[in-house]
Nanobody, 121 residues
């Protein structure tokens, strides 16, 4: 099995920064098979949407709303994915979730429990 644990959320003023982390743990074989790791967010009254994703090889993609402000990165040795969020806006307030798909588990989708980011003055 694979477990995901997010950290780094909190309250920040508009224009501020936060860095989220998501660490994967569990079966070494399963973790090594993971290619794509991504961050999603769920804001009140909205659907859960992709924020950013990255592959083991380093390719990245971003939602248009966060391009130029957020940066996703990954440390394969630590099985950890990060989301650096700069120039935060109140509209970025949401619960942020880490998600992976594990090929070694038949393509099973695994989500973390989420971390709350609140952008407010």
């Amino acid at each position: 099995q694979v477990q995901l644990v997010e950290s780094g959320g909190g309250l920040v003023q508009p224009g501020g920064s936060l860095r989220l982390s998501c660490a994967a743990s569990g079966s070494v074989f399963s973790i090594f098979s993971i290619d794509t790791m991504g961050w999603y967010r769920h804001a009140p009254g909205k659907e859960r949407d992709l924020v950013a994703g990255t592959t083991r090889g380093g390719s990245t993609n971003y939602a248009d709303s966060v391009k130029g402000r957020f940066t996703i990165s990954r440390n394969n040795a630590k099985n950890t994915v990060y989301l650096q969020m700069n120039s935060l806006e109140p509209e970025d307030t949401a619960v942020y979730y880490c998600r992976v798909v594990v090929p070694a588990l038949g393509g099973k989708e695994i989500w973390g429990k989420g971390t709350l980011v609140t952008v407010s003055s």
